[in-house]
T-cell receptor
Framework: QKEVEQDPGPLSVPEGAIVSLNCTYSNSAFQYFMWYRQYSRKGPELLMYTYSSGNKEDGRFTAQVDKSSKYISLFIRDSQPSDSATYLCAMSLYSSASKIIFGSGTRLSIRP | EPEVTQTPSHQVTQMGQEVILRCVPISNHLYFYWYRQILGQKVEFLVSFYNNEISEKSEIFDDQFSVERPDGSNFTLKIRSTKLEDSAMYFC????????????FGPGTRLTVT
């Protein structure tokens, strides 16, 4: 079983739609959860981070963590063509080294 | 807004040559990392560095790899004798420390080994 599983897509939705991106994980020791956005051949850009179960909102983005189900989600409201990118879920242990384990990424395309 | 910078953006080298990839982490950050991403694959952890020593390294980070923080601002990754399979994007990341666990990534260096 992979440590972090993420549907690679591609996912194509019309502009203005609500997008739901998800990841599951197997290691219950993960405590810190992040979402990164990556454009082609660029570095991952941090979007959201949280270390607790529940929801965290930032503008059009909402991150949701359910530790009991080992499931995390990212919702994008009022999606824009500029949101087209690959979205990476990521997680780490609560430790000083805290390397990040990434999902494989979901490629998202927003159609105008 | 502070950001991680990396140079060069693209490096082409011949198999067996040594390469040094450079990074300037965000000022006042305490933890430094290198990751790599082979084309079409996921981002993979290579090494973490704190207080002038390696904290953790992955199986990928063998004796051909080394890291250094030579002057308090730069953070380098050296590959001693490059192989074809070292071709990838290499990302540097840094984090502040304390209760801040989020890592900020640089734009990457594309390494092509021919």
């Amino acid at each position: 079983q992979k440590e972090v599983e993420q549907d690679p897509g591609p996912l194509s939705v019309p502009e203005g739609a609500i997008v739901s991106l998800n990841c599951t994980y197997s290691n219950s020791a993960f405590q810190y959860f992040m979402w990164y956005r990556q454009y082609s051949r660029k570095g991952p850009e941090l979007l959201m981070y949280t270390y607790s179960s529940g929801n965290k909102e930032d503008g059009r983005f909402t991150a949701q963590v359910d530790k009991s189900s080992k499931y995390i989600s990212l919702f994008i409201r009022d999606s824009q063509p500029s949101d087209s990118a690959t979205y990476l879920c990521a997680m780490s242990l609560y430790s000083s080294a805290s390397k990040i384990i990434f999902g494989s990424g979901t490629r998202l395309s927003i159609r105008p | 807004e502070p950001e991680v910078t990396q140079t060069p953006s693209h490096q082409v080298t011949q198999m067996g040559q040594e390469v040094i990839l450079r990074c300037v982490p965000i000022s006042n950050h305490l933890y430094f990392y290198w990751y790599r991403q082979i084309l079409g694959q996921k981002v993979e952890f290579l090494v973490s560095f704190y207080n002038n020593e390696i904290s953790e390294k992955s199986e990928i980070f063998d004796d051909q790899f080394s890291v250094e923080r030579p002057d308090g601002s730069n953070f380098t990754l050296k590959i001693r004798s490059t192989k074809l399979e070292d071709s990838a994007m290499y990302f540097c990341a840094s984090r502040g420390g304390g209760s801040s666990y989020e890592q900020y990534f640089g734009p990457g260096t594309r390494l092509t080994v021919t």
